[in-house]
C-alpha cells in the first residue's frame, strides 16, 4: 500500500486487546534460547522485530516449535550449535544489539557471524558496545563504517585480564542491556560481574526491564544508583517455565492518546499499574494534561478532558524515560492549549530515522510551529490543523502511528507507507480503524 486515507474522526472510544511488548518478547526470546530447559512464551508479539531475532535464533540452532498461540524455546544451555550464520536482522534494534553481544561472548573457535540490516541499521550506533566487548577480548570487526554495522564476530577465544568493565550509557541503553545479558555466557572461573556505566545512562527503564526478565531466568543483578551493575557470581540461565509477555505500552500510547483526543472511554487490556514497562509512564502524562485516566493491574482506560472543547493542557517534561512514547506525546501537543516543550530525547536522532528532523518536518505540514534542538522539540500548534496533510513515515512504524491521530482532529490525513507499521504493529491501522468514527 503506497498510502492510507484517514478521518475526518471526532470520537475514539472502545477496547482494544495489545501485541505483545517487543521489548520484552525480545528478551525473552534470546533468553529462553541461551537457558537450560525449555520455556513456553505466551502472547510474543508477531511482527517484523521478533521475526528476525526468532529466525536468526534458529539460524544459529535453536529449536522451536508452536503449541496454539503459544511458542516452546529449546533452550541451548549457553553455546549455539551453529558455528557460521549470516544474520540479517532489518531495523530491529534490541535484536542488533543483544544478539551481537551474545555471540562475541560464546566461548570456542573456528566461528564466524556476520550480522547485518537494512540500510538505516548501518547508521545506528553500535560503537560503544563493540568496544566494551573488545576490551573483554572478544573479536568483533566492522564490515563497514567503524562504529557501525554490519559487523563481523568470532567466538572468544581468550578473555582479558580482569580489570574493570565500563561501557557508555548516553547514546542507547541497548549496550548495557546486551552487556549485561551476554556476561552469563562467559565461563563461571574468568566471568566480570561488575559494570560500571561512563556517562549519564539514557532510557533507564528498559534496564529494569533487562534485570527483571534476567532474574526470570536464574541470573539477578543489583544495580547502586545508575553507575554500578553487579550479577551473581555463578549463576546461568535457568528456563523458567512459562512466561508470558505482557501488551506493548508503546503500542498502547497511540490507542490512549485517541481516548484523550476522541471522547473515549477508550480502554486497552495488556498493560496497567502492574506493567514492568517504562512507557506505561505515559498515562501519568495524559492526567497532567488534563486527560481522565483509570487504571488496573492490567488494563488502562482514558477519557477526553472535562471541558467543552476536550482541549488538553499543554506540557513541559523531559522524556528521557519514556523515548518511545514521547513520540506519541509530540502529535499530542497539536491538541493542547499552548506550547509543548519535549526535553531530553537526543536519542530520537539515532532511532530508526532522525526522529527529531521528521517530526519537525511533518508538524510544521500541519500548521504548527516549531523549534527543535539537538535533544528537544518545542511544539505550537495552530489555531487550526491544515486538512489533507500528505505525511511522510520515514520507514519509521511510530511516524506512522503517531500522525494516525491527527485524523481526530476532524481533518482528513493521508499516512504514506503506512506498512512500517509491519516492525512491531503489522494490523495497527485495522486495529484504529475499529476504535474511530
Ligand atoms: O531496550 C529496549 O528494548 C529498547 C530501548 C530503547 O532504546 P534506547 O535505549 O536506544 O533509547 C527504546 O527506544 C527501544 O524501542 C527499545
Ligand atoms: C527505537 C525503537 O526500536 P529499536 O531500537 O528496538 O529498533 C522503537 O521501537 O521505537
Redesign the pocket.
Known sequence: MKHLDLGPYTYAGGTVQLPGS??IS??ALLLAALASGKTVIANLLEADDTRVMLDALTQLGVHYVRQGQDYLIDGIGGTFPVRKAQLFLGNA??AVRLLSAALALQAGEGSAYQISGVPRMHERPIGDLVDSLQELGASLAYAGRAGFPPLVIERMQHIAPAQQLHVRGD????FL?ALLMALPLLPVAARRTMIKIDGEL??KP?ID??MNLMARFGVPVEREGWHHFTLATDSSYQAPGHITVEGDA?SASYFLAAGAVGKGPLRVLGVGRASIQGDVGFADVLTQMGANVTMGPDWIEVSGAANSQRRLKAIDMDCNLI??AAMTLAVLALFAEGTSTLRNIA?WR??ETDRLAAMAAELCKLGAMIEVGADFLRITPPATLSAGAVIDTYDDHRMAMCFSLVSLAGVPIRINDPNCVAKTFPDYFERFAAIVR
Open positions: 517487543k521489548s525480545n528478551r534494534g534490541t547514546v542507547s541503553s541497548q542491556s539514557i532510557s528498559y526491564l533487562t508503546s523515548p518511545d536519542s539515532v532511532k
